[in-house]
């Protein structure tokens, strides 16, 4: 079996507590395990010995927390997977960009979040964050400026300042832009009321971002958040490339977390097997887990744009509903 696109989240564990992240673990009410970089280990050489992965996402929590990050990252380059790490940037080292050079990563991708520091900082609720963050994409430009992403979760807060935002990105040197709406889960179901963008905010946001992107063609823009096509048609919008996920494994982001737990993709908050106890293929292809997410939700009965659409994130509604089997959250925030 070939999976294209994995995360893989390194450890639950994080310096930040961002208050629109998506871990279905971070709610706030438990305190989170510390990084355990030896099962980390244990895990990836076990999955590896299961599957080829093509892109195989370090994620987290904060990656960078795990002392042996590289040791990993060159264990699955060597396995022959693109590596990518989503790092909040703030404990990242030129040390550590320098060792990712040499491994050959294929991305570092780091929240630029404002121009403005304060708004970044209260979305990361860590001060300082803003600084450490354009200091890290700064670093990464200097040494991989090919490699080197920023994403820009774009909330109710950050929404009216994303062309200032944007010219920030491309003052740091950065070529490549993820553009993802707010989604609800983890710590952003605590925080929905300041954060949740109604839908002519979400419009303006991608407008004022096709616009910035018109302009600016050596930059890409990837959306990566699915959104129902009832609450945005992405038509608009050319030249910012929208992705959406699929019930198909091949066609969306498997996660396996570093106690070897699978789940439908990383928003997902349901664990459908663990790698140490059967094969990675033996779970996916499994038809009760396939039967779980096969389903149709009443809502999107009759939509033609169901094949395309799928519900939009349905791992959003595992979260905030507890059911696959409900269309994305947002279909319910008002026009
Ligand atoms: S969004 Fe990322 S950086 Fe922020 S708390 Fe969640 S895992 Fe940490
Ligand atoms: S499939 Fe469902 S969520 Fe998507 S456009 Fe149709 S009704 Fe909306």
């Known amino acids: 079996m070939k999976i294209d696109n994995l995360v893989f989240e390194l450890t ?123 200091a890290a994409a700064s670093m990464v430009v200097g040494v991989m400026p090919r490699e080197a992403c920023s994403v820009l979760v774009i909330t109710r807060e950050n929404a009216p300042g994303i062309t200032e935002t944007l010219e920030l990105i491309k003052k740091l040197g950065i070529s490549q832009v993820m553009v993802n709406r707010f989604n609800l889960g983890g710590m952003g179901l605590k925080n929905k009321s300041s954060l949740t963008l109604d839908r002519d905010t979400l419009k303006k946001a991608f407008a004022d971002t096709e616009s910035f992107a018109a302009a600016n063609p050596g930059i890409r823009f990837v959306s990566g958040v699915c959104t129902p096509l009832c609450v945005m048609d992405p038509a608009p919008y050319p030249h910012i490339r929208f992705t959406w996920c699929s019930t198909d494994f091949s066609r969306r982001p498997v996660a396996v977390s570093y106690t070897g737990d699978v789940r439908f993709c990383n928003h997902s908050p349901h664990v459908i097997g663990n ?30 744009l169901f094949p395309r659409c799928n519900g939009g994130c349905r791992a959003a509604s595992e979260q905030v509903y507890g059911s696959f089997n409900l269309p994305d959250p947002v279909v319910e925030v008002g026009h």
């Open 12 to 134: 639950q564990a994080c310096n930040q507590s961002c208050r629109f992240c998506y871990n279905y673990w971070r709610d706030g009410s438990t305190p989170l395990p510390g990084p355990d970089p030896v099962l980390a280990r244990k895990t990836l050489k076990k999955l590896l010995s299961q599957t080829s992965v093509g892109t195989l996402a370090f994620s987290g929590g904060e990656p960078l927390l795990l002392p042996n990050i590289h040791d990993l990252a060159l264990y699955a380059r060597f396995k022959g997977c693109r590596v990518n790490v989503l790092t909040n940037g703030t404990l990242l080292t030129q040390d550590a960009v320098d060792n990712f050079k040499h491994i050959g990563l294929s991305a570092i991708q780091i929240p630029i979040l404002s121009a403005d520091p304060a708004v970044h900082d209260t979305l990361t609720n860590l001060p300082g964050s803003w600084r450490k963050a354009t």
């Open 275 to 304: 790698i140490h106890q059967r094969s990675i293929s033996d779970i996916l292809t499994d038809p009760v887990n396939i039967g779980r997410y096969a389903t149709v939700p009443d809502h999107c009965r009759d939509c033609s």
